[in-house]
């Protein structure tokens, strides 16, 4: 545990992350911790320990458990090998994929890791097929063999230059195949994998304990003995036991006025450090096609065209998110401002003229849902404001419901709302995953949207291309698209911020492309 009576020189910094990397500080002589397990803290608890079942925040502990075939090494924008030795595509038609194991490979349990526990994992994955689960990344995979032990063949039934951000996902998560069933979850809390560290113990919403892998063999230098994560339902908590030396890291869900306090406080908690740095990770409302209202385009045109991104960016969020246009965020290859360059600045009036040409003449009935424990602490507020937007307008009638994260999982999968919020952070950096995920009739939300220009057309096209510099207008005819059938109404672009105590190290360069903490970059710095 951290000891707050350490000798250290007293510094507080905010620093982005391209400086922090130049901060003073040594690992131990043995690159081991020797004060017990860094304690790291988040909002996003794991909502299942299954590979197969999870295409959300679960990701984060898998990528620390668990192993892909390729993966992220800090600072890689492209996946690298991790318990694959070699992968690449054997045809012009990126068409088929071959990957070949490194030697020796191992679960944690001593069981081996070969081809068939590959080919297992991600069968599973398609043979288990959960609602919303992530069989929806491999819609271009025909079939998968093993014709040796460290030799991996993955056949595509179309081109997809994009596969190989696809493996190195934690849904492709490599499982050993005596625990994980082939055509069912694996339901008794228990974990078997063969990543940087093994999953010591686990108390669902609360804790998860990690300690290093001796089996592990990979990419990952680990700078630590043990990482034990903690679940908190709020920023407020997470943020007093990061104070209160109970935890050294926090990673996620840090609430903007959180963010606001620690930047002013510069030089007064001398004990803490801010890193900020750039992030894809958005929030936006889902419309239920189902539902009588929530399913008419002219309804979710007028609700495009009243919601107030700048407002809920600065006064829920204190301009520590950026108002997001488009589905797919800035700094991304094919974003465009495609609901402003069509709606403009929020208009009462022009709503209103969408509505009455549309006959609708009357309040527009509409529940929005929200979850109360996933995506940080102002997520309540946020559908407060939107709710305040649109009933101020006249022109609709709003009632907002929400549930814990599991059980909303489960309502927007049995498609029981009409207008629900989501997150997303990306599965690789590429504008591709904030397409491709939500359209079709399987997808990431639970909610079909066939969009077949999209799925037939544009991203087939797209996934021939290994520059992913020449898909843009692809990319760019899509969000038309999307902003024409206003069924996904983006609201923000988040940024990332990981507050720690000052004397820990290796933030820097722990997060990967899709913004999942590499645990085991974090160390103590042991000297000045």
Not at 425 to 439: G, K, L, R, T, W
Request: glycine content about 8%; some cysteine.
């Amino acid at each position: 545990m951290f000891n707050r009576n350490r000798g250290l020189r007293r510094v507080a910094a905010i620093v982005s992350i391209s400086s922090l990397a130049t901060g003073c500080g040594i690992l131990s002589p043995d690159g081991s911790d020797d004060e017990g397990p860094i304690v790291v803290g988040t909002t996003s608890a794991p909502s299942t320990l299954d590979p197969a079942a999870s295409w959300d925040g679960s990701w984060e502990l898998f990528r620390n458990i668990y192993q892909t075939l390729l993966s992220y090494p800090s600072g890689a924008t492209a996946p690298q090998p991790d318990a694959a030795e070699q992968c690449s595509f054997t045809d012009a038609s990126h068409q088929t994929y071959r990957c070949e194991l490194r030697e020796g490979l191992a679960f944690s349990n001593g069981d081996r890791l070969d081809a068939q526990a590959v080919k297992h994992s991600i069968d599973r994955v398609k043979q288990i097929n959960v609602n919303g689960g992530p069989a929806g990344l491999l819609g271009t995979l025909e079939r998968v063999q093993a014709p040796s032990e460290r030799e991996v063949v993955f056949h595509l039934n179309k081109p997809d230059a994009t596969f190989p951000f696809v493996l190195a996902t934690p849904a492709m998560s490599i499982v050993e195949p005596g625990g994980y069933p082939a055509d069912a979850l694996r339901e008794d809390g228990e974990v078997v994998g063969s990543g940087p560290y093994a999953l010591r113990s686990y108390a669902d919403g609360e804790r998860a304990e990690l300690v290093r892998n001796d089996r592990y063999k990979g990419f990952a230098e680990r700078r630590n003995d043990a990482v034990t994560v903690r679940y908190f339902k709020d920023s407020a908590g997470m943020v007093k036991a990061l104070r209160d030396g109970e935890i050294q890291v926090t990673y996620r869900g840090l609430a903007a006025d959180d963010i606001i306090t620690l930047q002013q406080q510069t030089g007064e908690d001398e004990n803490l450090q801010l890193v900020e740095g750039s992030g894809t990770e958005i929030r936006y409302l889902v419309f239920n096609p189902e539902d009588p209202w929530a399913g008419r385009k002219e309804v979710r045109r007028a609700i495009a065209q009243v919601v107030d991104r700048a407002a809920i960016a600065h006064t829920i969020y204190r301009d520590t998110v950026d108002p997001l246009y488009s589905m797919v965020p800035k700094g991304l290859t094919g974003h465009t401002t495609g609901f402003f360059d069509d709606y403009g600045d929020p208009s009462v009036s022009k709503a209103r003229k969408i509505l009455s040409e549309a006959g609708i003449t009357e309040p527009v009935p509409l529940t929005l849902w929200y979850t109360t424990d996933r995506y940080g602490s102002e997520t309540g507020r946020e559908f407060e404001e939107i709710e305040r937007q649109l009933e101020s307008s006249g022109l609709f009638r709003v009632t907002l419901e929400n549930r814990p994260w599991k059980t909303y999982v489960a309502g927007y999968q049995k498609g029981e709302y009409p207008v629900f919020g989501r997150g997303w952070s990306p599965d690789f950096p590429d504008a591709e995953n904030f397409i491709a995920p939500f359209v079709g009739d399987q997808n990431a939300l639970g909610t079909p949207y066939p969009a077949p220009e999209i799925t037939g057309e544009l991203l087939p096209r797209s996934r021939r291309e290994s520059d992913r510099a020449n898909v843009e207008r692809d990319f760019e005819r899509a969000q038309e698209i999307l902003v024409d059938d206003a069924r996904l109404l983006p609201l923000w672009q988040g940024k990332q911020y990981v507050a720690a105590h000052a004397d820990i190290s290796g933030a820097e360069g722990a997060m990967d492309p899709s913004t999942i903490m590499m645990m085991w970059q974090l160390y103590r710095k042991t000297s000045w």
